[in-house]
């Protein structure tokens, strides 16, 4: 157990120390080797963790930490092909997927690389044939509108990278995503393509989703009253053995996703490979993947003392365990990023998210997992960085980009263009938790002993710097959040690869959904309450009120 290794009270008693007054940030900083010591770089990113709460004892005791659980041994382990899924007795071989080395990976004494490679070859044919015209709908129209319909690790990740890379789009091809069963998303999404042009995508491993399967039914019943042959108008993404189900009969094409690679790092797999390439253009999608690949040999060859994605894991846990900090936030100043948060929600809260250990155990004075949320800068300032700087703190991950895409517009306001603006916006936050203000100068606050205005400081964060918005730089930052999370995982010695959390409510789901189907009555008021809420399409006319 992760609590019980000697390194584990030592790095509670350094807790100790870093909780002092003269130990806050404001003081930290002034040591002027602080931002040398404490940032790296490393895969074509830069880590800054100097307005972290840690000292050099802090980071050595995490070093320890990290060579007790043997971290860097699990990680290459995983990476080629020993089951790291141990409750589900997988491989997760997510990085597999967007490897260019001519090596082999075994499952089962099998070589998947063969099988990863055909389909993305298939996916690249595939690709240029839609982007050519040469595959087309129906009425022989070309392809404009893409609809991803899957829900969580099927459109998440891809959504965020479209969105991050939309700059790129050069075929005119648009995509959507359909994930919400909400009807209301399927009516954004028709009112915005025209079905004679439109490609659905549906992903799904198991094909047995329910919000999948209900989308994929309205579509087809849409497009079946559209078009000629709507099969010309599906492909599916899918896993192995699910040929048997009827829908992927009428679909232009299937592509394989396999069952080593879950759904939150399933981006570089095709689940994320075929709307990526049709939308982006192969090329440059395999330039992202070129990106995230070049990251994940930084977090399997370099050592610890210089692996970014490590040493955020270690961070990260010290700032739980020790610190105490619940949550964490995720700040890119870069609007096209705006879809990060989102994803990397998903992928560490779904990944580490567990209360008992790989085997079973449960977990005692140690809480895997924090929550993640975030929105882009400066956006975030303005909604609640209130909290951030005066209320219940939270570590934040800073996020830039140091060259605009948009170059071109240079028109200066107060002496600087809105990029450098933005920049300076990236650069005083982070100050700005950390050294905080007690105004006793009286700048800030009219009456210096306006309590209200103090701010106390001493909250942590990190920045991360990408040198522009590049598929390779993209690929890189998801990497590095795959990377931590497992580590993360590793270090409490939980499975960051299954789910079973998310099932518990389904099945609820699928039992009233039944009731509702059927028009059956529940015992419990409060459930047969919301189930004439349904059948009556609001409030009962005649009663007041439900009781």
């Not at 409510?505 to 047969?528: L, M």
Request: net charge negative; hydrophobic share 40%.
């Amino acid at each position: 157990m992760f609590n019980e290794l000697p390194v584990f009270k030592k790095l509670v008693r350094n807790a100790d120390v870093m909780n002092r007054p003269e130990n806050h940030l404001k003081h930290l900083l002034k040591i002027k080797t602080r931002f040398e010591t404490f940032s790296r770089t490393g895969a074509g990113l830069f880590y800054d963790f100097s307005r972290q709460r840690i000292n050099t004892d802090t980071l050595n005791l995490l070093f320890d930490l990290a060579e007790d659980r043997g971290l860097k041994n699990r990680f290459r382990a995983m990476s080629e092909g020993e089951k790291a899924n141990r409750t589900e007795n997988r491989a997760a071989l997510h990085m597999s997927a967007r490897s260019f080395i001519d090596e082999p990976v075994y499952v089962d004494k099998k070589n998947v690389m063969p099988e990863i490679m055909e389909v993305r070859k298939e996916i690249e044919d595939f690709t240029e044939k839609v982007r050519s015209g040469k595959i087309c709908g129906s009425e022989g129209k070309p392809f404009k509108s893409i609809v991803v319909t899957g829900i969580g690790g099927s459109h998440l990740g891809s959504e965020f990278v479209s969105t991050a890379l939309a700059h790129l789009a050069d075929n005119n091809l648009s995509i959507h995503y359909l994930a919400n069963v909400d009807i209301h998303a399927f009516g954004r999404v028709i009112s915005e393509i025209d079905p004679e042009r439109t490609l659905w995508i549906i992903i799904s491993k198991s094909y047995t989703t329910t919000e999948t399967l209900a989308n994929e039914e309205l579509a087809r019943a849409f497009m079946k009253e559209q078009v000629a042959e709507p099969e010309k108008h599906f492909a599916a993404v899918t896993g192995k053995g699910n040929h048997k189900n009827s829908h992927l009969n009428s679909v232009t094409q299937t592509f394989r996703m396999f069952d080593f690679i879950g759904g939150r790092y399933s981006v570089s797999s095709a689940v994320g490979c075929l709307p990526l390439s049709l939308y982006l253009g192969y090329d440059k999608f395999e330039k992202f993947l070129k990106g995230a690949h070049e990251m994940d040999r930084h977090a399997i060859e370099a050592p610890a003392c210089e692996n970014l994605p490590l040493i955020a894991a270690l961070i990260s846990v010290w700032n739980n365990d020790f610190l105490g900090y619940p949550a964490q936030a995720i700040i890119p100043y870069a609007d096209p990023l705006s879809r990060l948060a989102a994803h990397v929600q998903q992928l560490y809260m779904e990944s580490n998210g567990k209360s008992v250990t790989e085997d079973g155990t449960p977990l005692t004075e140690t809480q895997a997992g924090v929550m993640i949320f975030g929105e882009p800068g400066t956006c975030a300032q303005h909604s609640f960085f209130q909290m951030a700087h005066q209320g219940r703190p939270f570590p934040i991950d800073f996020i830039g980009v140091a060259k605009a895409w948009y170059d071109q517009f240079s028109h200066r306001f107060k002496g600087v263009t809105n990029h450098e603006q933005l920049w300076a916006n990236l650069i005083a936050q982070p100050l700005a938790l950390a050294q905080g203000t007690d105004d006793t100068d009286g700048s800030f606050a009219d009456n210096t002993n306006d309590k209200s205005k103090f701010f106390p400081g001493n909250r942590p964060s990190s920045t991360l710097v990408i040198e522009s918005l590049s598929p390779e730089n993209i690929g890189r930052l998801l990497a590095f959040y795959e990377a931590r999370t497992i580590y993360e995982g590793f270090i409490w010695g939980i499975n960051p690869f299954d789910q079973f959390g998310v099932e518990l409510g389904k099945r609820g789901a699928a039992d009233i959904r039944e009731k509702i189907a059927r028009g059956d009555n529940d015992t419990d008021p409060g459930t047969q309450f919301y189930l004439d809420l349904v059948k009556n399409a609001g409030f009962a006319k005649d009663k007041g009120s439900h009781r």
